[in-house]
């Protein structure tokens, strides 16, 4: 995961960890993106790794940031 970040990962991606990480069931989430975010380690099953998390947790503060 080191040296992904936010903008890497397209918007289906995002709303993907977004949608997982507000506790939304994985069964409501792009398919292709649950299989691309757990390609990258970010989602195991259907719930966020840490570093899927942590990554989540950045994007939240750098738009609060802003």
Avoid: H, N, Y
Wanted: with cysteine.
């Amino acid at each position: 995961m080191e040296g992904i970040s936010w903008a890497d990962i397209d918007a289906d991606e995002q709303r993907t960890i977004a949608m997982l990480g507000a506790g939304f069931s994985a069964k409501f989430c792009d398919a292709v993106a649950l299989l691309t975010l757990a390609r990258l380690d970010l989602v195991k099953g259907s719930r966020l790794t840490p570093v899927g998390d942590q990554l989540r947790r950045a994007a939240i503060l750098q738009q609060l940031a802003a």
